[in-house]
């Protein structure tokens, strides 16, 4: 026994060492009220392994939420691809979706160069996504401010221009406003910008009577179409079946063949598609689950080449919440948006299952009252308002991606070197004997 102990108690010494120099930190948190300088609330989320050069995500809560129900829709996805996660908070009931350079659209802004000051992030990989209010509010900073966004995820919004309410639940949305009507509201939001509009990817379902699909998804397709000076000759279709719903997709690239605009339809879906495992498909497009750009021009994208659409239909993925995207062609180019050519793995597409939105009740063009509305996000934690936990996982948003991050859980590594410490000092006892 004292050969054992004489051998083994200076190798459990160096056992601690080892396991804090390379054991995994504990899971990263998420900042909340961040000092940025501004009044509109922000919260922060910075994984533990971050890219040296990050890409941002703004996600932006529903009507009646709050910036901890954006917290879990990008979280896992932040955590398996290094990107940096803003979560602002409405300073109402829903974000004031006027798109305009002011207010709290100029906030979020600040909020993004603060973690571009401090985080070093890539600001040519700035991206927007928000379900119901938040998808308003998506389309009003694409409008307002396409020199600092890069590309947006509309998940079931209205046309910018079209938000009335204010921080309340409010729309009109004229059926006889052309195409280049609601092309000239974009243009005028950002009336001295000359270079290229940001990416947009909207998604509707047809059973939405919240923010209503007709005339809604009609008018953001006629206005990004408009704007962005793509055709029905410009796109390309498909469908695929997601986590939910089988979804109809139109893919458009522009004249050096670089993805611009995608819409999705799905007959029967919703209002609230925050649940429906369309979080990974929108990292999909904006290319963040893909290596950073080795250049880039400035937020907006450039006149790049990129590919033609790779696939019709993707295959639904497996896993909690993840789904399989189809490759809808090549986005790398000059302005450094997203690259790569290949549909979203499946990775979990994080967070909440439901959401909640404004369940006020509108006729074909004008929206009605709001009524309450809320809906917890969390996965594994018992606050949503704090944290809105990680996808794929009940142990209060720690995880780990083996695969996708080359780490090992530290669970593994104290196994592995407890065995090695245990054949060391059985050879010592056999040696002794």
Not at 272 to 295: E, I, K
């Amino acid at each position: 026994m004292t050969t054992t102990l004489r051998f083994v108690a200076p190798a459990a010494a160096s056992l601690a060492t080892v396991l804090l120099a390379i054991s995994p930190s504990l899971a990263a948190s998420w900042q909340t009220r961040v000092n940025y300088g501004g009044n509109t609330p922000m919260d922060l989320y910075v994984p533990d392994k971050v890219d040296a050069s990050p890409g941002i995500v703004v996600s932006l809560h529903y009507c009646s939420g709050n910036a901890g129900n954006a917290h879990g829709w990008f979280q896992g996805l932040a955590d398996q691809h290094g990107f940096l996660i803003i979560t602002p908070q409405a300073g109402g009931n829903c974000f004031d979706a006027t798109p305009a350079r002011s207010g709290e659209r100029e906030a979020i802004t600040k909020m993004v160069q603060y973690a571009i000051t401090q985080h070093h992030a890539d600001p040519t990989r700035v991206f927007a996504a928000g379900a119901s209010s938040g998808a308003c509010m998506t389309n009003a900073l694409l409008a307002a401010y396409p020199d600092v966004f890069a590309g947006g995820s509309v998940l079931a919004g209205v046309p910018a221009g079209a938000w009335t309410g204010g921080n309340a639940y409010g729309w009109t949305t004229p059926a006889n406003r052309t195409a280049a009507q609601w092309g000239d509201i974009v243009r005028k939001a950002s009336p001295n910008f000359t270079g290229a509009r940001p990416r947009i990817q909207l998604w509707h379902g047809t059973a939405d009577t919240t923010l209503n699909y007709d005339p809604n998804f009609p008018a953001e397709i006629a206005q990004w179409t408009n704007v962005l000076g793509l055709s029905q000759s410009d796109s390309k279709t498909s469908s695929f079946k997601g986590s939910s719903d089988t979804w109809s997709r139109a893919s458009y690239s522009n004249a050096a063949g670089t993805l611009v605009l995608e819409t999705n339809s799905a007959q029967g879906a919703p209002h609230d598609l925050s649940g429906r495992g369309l979080w990974a498909d929108a990292v999909r497009f904006f290319g963040l689950d893909m290596d950073p750009p080795s250049t880039g021009e400035g937020a907006g994208g450039g006149d790049g080449t990129g590919g033609s659409d790779a696939s019709g239909g993707g295959s639904s993925a497996s896993g909690a919440g993840g789904e399989g995207g189809s490759a809808n062609g090549a986005t790398s180019g000059a302005g450094g948006n997203a690259s790569g050519s290949t549909a979203s793995s499946g990775a979990t597409s994080s967070g909440a299952t439901t959401g909640g939105a404004a369940q006020g009740t509108s006729g074909a063009t004008t929206g009605g009252s709001t009524s309450n509305a809320g809906g917890s996000t969390s996965s594994g934690d018992s606050d949503p308002t704090t944290t809105g936990g990680d996808s794929a996982s009940d142990d209060g948003g720690c995880s780990f991606n083996v695969a996708s991050r080359g780490r090992l859980p530290g669970g593994a590594l104290v196994g592995l070197l407890v065995a090695g410490l245990g054949a060391l000092a059985r050879r010592r006892r056999r040696s002794a004997a």
